[in-house]
């Protein structure tokens, strides 16, 4: 083990030492290509999983998730509905306090489930909690809350008919049906629950209703509350193309929305417009081409609007994280990402917090190499390399990522920042043996060979 540790260490010195490190960049490429992989991938192809006790370091946040044990197994029906009424009397004034209620019906309005692959114990999920719903219209036969759940959930369940592999047109029809009743019975009981109009224009989009309907439901949920950002992004939905729309009309109204953000100070009503990119992403290979892109400027002026206002937002700041990661903005991600720390929450993008945490680590090795990358003078072979500051600036940002995550590559990257131009050994010694400690083996043939 000493001697292979000494041949290893004697070629990654010889290696930093000459001068020719810059030959080598494409190894690192290649390792930031391979780190910073979706956790689904990088776990299939090197058959491992992270330990609980890597995970056990993030702080559990409570969520809307909570709510669905104290409906559907404590059946506090009371405790809703005190909550749902003080939502409601600071719904207009408090978008997020709106955002937080459109949350809580959206989790009620489900079950745990949803896989898109109908079986009987989605059928008994969902009669366990109707049943428990019926029950509250029972109880509370003045409230408009339950009739709103309920006709959710139905109108989740519809399309869990429409969208396994057993798909039931027959089925899914009669529970969007029902799903329209429970709803109009919900604003008969209370017309001022902008969610109940919001869940309707979502039945009609799936009923392919009329225009007319649809705008009707949508004018009704204005009524309700004018700055509901649930009602704008479904009615963004039905300018799809594939509900008779277009790309055109989903950029306009995206791009009208975040203007009214701006003009009401309401910030959160400009996420209309990122739903519009999440969608244009989808379907930008279809044949339905937009005149006009969404640029990175509007996405970054939409987030930081809403994090100026709202800057203990920590859900928005995931969003970003994602929003800046899947664009390649590094260091935007790596801002976001200091900022949660070791926090976690449910209800993500980052399904499942393995993904975050891998992607978390990942990101630093990738900003460690864009940034090292950015300054590779040649130098003849043998020449002292001079330390500018991007070098100093990549140099810590491995180690992060090896704490995280302990990977070869990490250690091995910093090892080769830390070597430029700088004659004490003592740092590439300890990155080198971490290496090894990491993957004692193939080092000398897998990363400083050839």
Same mark, same amino acid.
């Given at each position: 083990? /000493?001697?292979?540790?000494?041949?290893?260490?004697?070629?990654?010195?010889?290696?930093?030492?000459?001068?020719?490190?810059?030959?080598?960049?494409?190894?690192?490429?290649?390792? !930031?290509?391979?780190?910073?992989?979706?956790?689904?991938?990088?776990?299939?192809?090197?058959?491992?999983?992270?330990?609980?006790?890597?995970?056990?370091?993030?702080?559990?946040?409570?969520?809307?998730?909570?709510?669905?044990?104290?409906?559907?197994? &404590?059946?506090?029906?009371?405790?809703?509905?005190?909550?749902?009424? &003080?939502?409601?009397?600071?719904?207009?004034?408090?978008?997020?306090?709106? *955002?937080?209620?459109?949350?809580?019906?959206? %989790?009620?309005?489900?079950?745990?489930?949803?896989?898109?692959?109908?079986?009987?114990?989605?059928?008994? !999920?969902?009669?366990?909690?109707? !049943?428990?719903?019926?029950?509250?219209?029972?109880?509370?036969?003045?409230?408009?809350?339950?009739?709103?759940?309920?006709?959710?959930?139905?109108?989740? /369940?519809?399309?869990?008919?429409?969208?396994?592999?057993?798909?039931?047109?027959?089925? $899914?029809?009669?529970?969007? =049906?029902?799903?329209?009743?429970?709803?109009?019975?919900?604003?008969?009981?209370?017309?001022?629950?902008?969610?109940?109009?919001? =869940?309707?224009?979502?039945? !009609?989009?799936?009923?392919?209703?009329?225009?007319? =309907?649809?705008?009707?439901?949508?004018?009704?949920?204005?009524?309700?509350?004018?700055?509901?950002? #649930?009602?704008?992004?479904?009615?963004?939905?039905?300018?799809?193309?594939?509900?008779? *729309?277009?790309?055109?009309?989903?950029?306009?109204?995206?791009?009208?929305?975040?203007?009214?953000?701006?003009?009401?100070?309401?910030?959160?009503?400009?996420?209309?417009?990122?739903?519009?990119?999440?969608?244009?992403?989808?379907?930008?290979?279809?044949?339905?081409?937009?005149?006009?892109?969404?640029?990175?400027?509007?996405?970054?002026?939409?987030? &930081?609007?809403?994090?100026?206002?709202?800057?203990?937002?920590?859900?928005?700041?995931?969003?970003?994280?994602?929003?800046?990661?899947?664009?390649?903005?590094?260091?935007?991600?790596?801002?976001? $990402?200091?900022?949660?720390?070791?926090?976690?929450?449910? #209800?993500?993008?980052?399904?499942? =917090?393995?993904?975050?945490?891998?992607?978390?680590?990942?990101?630093?090795?990738?900003?460690?190499?864009?940034?090292?990358?950015?300054?590779?003078?040649?130098?003849?072979? #043998?020449?002292?390399? +001079?330390?500018?500051?991007? %070098?100093?600036?990549?140099?810590?940002?491995?180690?992060?990522?090896?704490?995280?995550?302990?990977?070869?590559?990490?250690?091995?990257?910093?090892?080769?920042?830390?070597?430029? @131009?700088?004659?004490?050994?003592?740092?590439?010694?300890?990155?080198?043996?971490?290496?090894?400690?990491?993957? +004692?083996? @193939?080092?000398?043939?897998?990363?400083?060979?050839?």
């Amino acid at each position: 083990m /000493y001697r292979h540790r000494y041949l290893a260490l004697a070629a990654l010195l010889a290696l930093l030492s000459s001068g020719c490190y810059s030959a080598h960049l494409s190894r690192w490429k290649r390792g !930031a290509n391979a780190f910073s992989t979706t956790a689904s991938a990088q776990t299939k192809a090197n058959g491992e999983t992270l330990s609980a006790d890597v995970l056990a370091r993030y702080q559990q946040l409570p969520d809307a998730d909570q709510w669905f044990a104290v409906l559907y197994q &404590q059946q506090n029906f009371a405790k809703i509905e005190t909550f749902v009424q &003080q939502s409601l009397d600071k719904e207009h004034e408090d978008e997020r306090i709106s *955002g937080n209620l459109s949350q809580l019906y959206a %989790t009620l309005g489900r079950w745990p489930q949803r896989n898109h692959h109908h079986t009987s114990a989605d059928t008994q !999920a969902f009669q366990r909690q109707k !049943a428990v719903l019926d029950q509250w219209i029972a109880d509370y036969p003045d409230s408009h809350i339950p009739w709103l759940i309920r006709g959710s959930l139905q109108r989740n /369940y519809a399309w869990e008919h429409r969208s396994s592999r057993q798909a039931n047109d027959l089925k $899914f029809r009669r529970y969007l =049906q029902q799903s329209q009743t429970d709803l109009e019975q919900s604003t008969v009981l209370n017309p001022s629950d902008p969610n109940s109009w919001n =869940q309707l224009l979502l039945v !009609a989009k799936g009923l392919s209703l009329s225009q007319n =309907q649809m705008d009707h439901y949508y004018q009704q949920g204005l009524v309700a509350s004018l700055h509901h950002l #649930g009602l704008r992004t479904s009615r963004l939905s039905t300018l799809y193309p594939q509900w008779g *729309g277009s790309w055109d009309r989903v950029i306009t109204f995206a791009r009208t929305s975040r203007d009214h953000a701006l003009a009401e100070d309401k910030p959160r009503l400009g996420i209309t417009l990122l739903v519009a990119v999440r969608e244009l992403e989808k379907k930008h290979h279809g044949n339905h081409v937009p005149r006009e892109v969404i640029t990175w400027s509007e996405i970054q002026e939409v987030y &930081q609007r809403i994090l100026a206002k709202y800057p203990d937002d920590l859900r928005m700041r995931y969003d970003y994280a994602d929003e800046a990661h899947r664009k390649q903005h590094y260091a935007e991600t790596l801002q976001q $990402f200091e900022i949660i720390g070791d926090r976690w929450t449910t #209800g993500l993008s980052w399904t499942p =917090q393995e993904a975050f945490h891998r992607v978390r680590a990942s990101t630093y090795y990738r900003l460690a190499y864009e940034t090292y990358g950015q300054e590779r003078p040649e130098f003849p072979q #043998g020449n002292p390399q +001079p330390t500018n500051s991007l %070098t100093k600036m990549s140099e810590p940002l491995p180690l992060p990522s090896a704490e995280l995550w302990p990977q070869a590559q990490a250690y091995l990257l910093r090892a080769t920042i830390s070597s430029k @131009g700088n004659l004490d050994v003592a740092p590439v010694v300890n990155d080198e043996q971490q290496t090894l400690t990491v993957q +004692p083996t @193939g080092m000398k043939a897998n990363s400083l060979s050839q």
